[in-house]
């Protein structure tokens, strides 16, 4: 994996060092339910299908889709095999969910299904999976029409093993159109030994329009790519025009194959370089350096190459090539300097330094076949230092009453995800990553398309807050922009046990939480107060509040589909269809 060679920079005007915390709120949110006629259809973890990654990928699914191009417009898939869209206009008239489109009832008898997944790739074209393995791309018409036009497909395939599509993007180049969709599969991996015997696929999959002028429209597989790595990723997306990839997960993922054939993977650096015998060994105090070099047995100080000026040195055999040779660390004084020859066989030069200071951390600039020898004088100095470090008392400073941290006094919203979580971008040309972006201590909270132009959007723990962050694959100088903050909410989130999704408005004007059953928190960006409060222990005039809200839902049943739109919030249940009506016009 590239080592992390970019930093995502957080735009400080966009961030509130006084914010002090969200006041709830009583006020009553507006809700409205939607009985279903038919139950969304739910597709339960089989029992070979334990595994972490299966959890977060099927078992964590968000079952209703939200339309980016029309506002307030979602889409489901039920037990029929119908997918359902429901558009409001007035909250207080809510329709029925009408069908656009129906799956062939054949696809449910699949063992191994997974559920239907669903993504709307432009203002006209969507991508359909029915869970078994195979695709749909379906021209859609104008969605915000109010006339109900069925959906058309232009193209039907089986692609193998049963996946869930993950995004897709509609382009047209050359005057031919293109979708690019992304798709996702947990497998058996026979290599994998150790672990959970499991691996996680991504197949990014080209599918053209084929047809010549004056023929009819034909889609075909243009191209496959495939990438695999060990965990689900939190975060994948396609650039706008095919042009690369974004990937948010706790372990590298590579390219292993396109069209069937096997990328040629980079050998693996090694460990470690084999050691040999080294050829001079060195020791030095702050006002001289005494080496040592190896020599055949018998030599006589005729037989001594040696060349020494302020700066470089050398060092051999006569009629040999030089033994060590090259730039000194730092300059010394020729002429306070001197050699003897030790029994025989070996060179013992001493080197008197230009000036007394520091230890130097190599002889010889670039040269690694000698090893420095410590003084006992010096070891004995670096244990005395390092003593505090390996002591067996907790706090290895006496002069402190209490150490600076101690694990165990942190809290559960205070852990980080390891190390290896990392934000990459792989270029489709080069089928490598060109920026990574090490996300070790910022935990992923949700996605949203703030813009159906551009990618999804991805929202990370920073500290305390949340910070929402828009791609620009197109400025590789600044490829991850921060566009919108809200306060404490990446603290406030972690301490809610029961949460199953998060998400925000469009416009980021609240952010909402849900848990697995019932209950909806809402979280308001401050806003002016239309009374004169004071913070007592400050004493200063408080300007502007920001509210939380909580919403309870009269349901039972878990909460499977959590979507939200500038005005309301969605939230999906396997028999009702839930409404808040968040903010006005």
């Known amino acids: 994996m590239t080592a992390s060679n970019y930093s995502l920079k957080v735009n400080r005007d966009l961030l509130d060092p006084n914010f002090e915390s969200y006041r709830l709120s009583l006020d009553a949110i507006p809700t409205y339910n939607i009985e279903l006629d038919a139950a969304v259809e739910e597709v339960k973890l089989k029992d070979t299908q334990y595994t972490l990654e299966h959890m977060r990928a099927f078992g964590m699914y968000n079952y209703l889709h939200l339309d980016p191009w029309y506002e307030d417009s979602v889409y489901f898939v039920d037990c029929k095999g119908r997918v359902l869209n429901l558009t409001v206009t007035l909250d207080t008239a809510l329709g029925k969910p009408r069908e ?84 996702l599969r947990v497998q058996k991996d026979p290599e994998e030994t150790k672990g959970s015997g499991y691996s996680v696929s991504l197949e990014w999959i080209t599918v ?115 033994l060590l040779e090259g730039q000194l660390f730092a300059s010394v004084d020729p002429e306070a300097s001197a050699w003897i020859i030790k029994d025989h066989k070996s060179l013992e030069v001493t080197l008197q330094k230009r000036g007394e200071g520091p230890m130097w951390p190599e002889l010889v600039m670039g040269d690694k076949r000698g090893e420095y020898v410590m003084s006992d004088e010096q070891a004995a100095l670096i244990h005395e230092r390092l003593t505090h470090l390996t002591s067996e008392d907790l706090n290895g400073n006496p002069d402190r009453d209490k150490p600076p941290c101690n694990s165990q006094e942190l809290e559960d919203c205070d852990g980080f995800p390891e190390d290896s979580f990392s934000l990459t971008h792989f270029d489709e040309q080069l089928l490598k990553p060109t920026q990574v972006v090490n996300l070790g201590s910022h935990q992923y909270l949700f996605t949203v398309d703030a813009n159906p132009s551009e990618m999804p959007c991805l929202c990370l723990r920073h500290d305390v807050d949340a910070l929402v962050w828009q791609p620009r694959p197109d400025q590789p100088g600044n490829m991850w922009e921060h566009i919108a903050t809200f306060n404490a909410l990446g603290y406030v989130q972690a301490s809610k046990r029961d949460k199953k999704f998060a998400t925000c408005a469009p416009n980021f004007s609240y952010a909402s939480l849900c848990e697995c059953l019932r209950r909806a928190f809402i979280y308001r960006q401050p806003s002016p107060v239309e009374t004169v409060l004071f913070n007592r222990k400050q004493g200063r005039q408080v300007g502007q509040v920001a509210k939380q809200q909580v919403a309870s839902l009269d349901s039972d049943k878990p909460i499977l589909g959590f979507r939200a739109t500038n005005e309301r919030l969605y939230i999906l249940t396997s028999s009702n269809l839930f409404v808040l009506k968040v903010n006005n016009n």
């Not at 029915?130 to 058309?152: A, F, I, P, V």
């Not at 470690?272 to 030599?299: A, H």
Request: charged share 25%; with cysteine; glycine share 8%.
């Open 100 to 183: 656009v489109y129906r799956v062939t009832v054949e696809s449910s008898q699949c063992e191994d299904r997974l559920c239907a997944s669903l993504s709307l790739t432009s203002a006209t074209w969507a991508a359909l999976s029915d869970g078994s393995g195979r695709l749909y791309l379906l021209r859609t018409g104008k969605r915000g029409d109010s006339s109900h036009m069925k959906w058309e497909p232009l193209f039907n395939e089986d692609l193998g093993e049963p996946f869930t599509i993950l995004h897709s993007v509609s382009h047209v180049q050359a005057g031919v159109h293109s979708m690019e969709v992304l798709l």
């Open 208 to 322: 053209a329009n084929t047809a010549g002028q004056g023929q009819e429209k034909k889609y075909e597989v243009k191209k496959r790519r495939v990438l695999r790595g060990k965990s689900v990723p939190h975060y994948a997306a396609l650039e706008p025009k095919g042009k690369g990839l974004m990937l948010a997960s706790e372990k590298p993922f590579v390219f292993t194959h396109v069209d069937g054939r096997p990328v040629e993977q980079p050998e693996p650096e090694p460990m470690e370089v084999e050691k040999t015998d080294p050829i001079y060994f060195w020791q030095q105090t702050t006002e001289d350096i005494t080496l040592c070099v190896r020599m055949p047995e018998g030599i006589t100080k005729e037989g001594v190459q040696f060349r020494l000026t302020a700066d470089n040195v050398t060092i051999g055999v006569q009629g040999f090539p030089p």
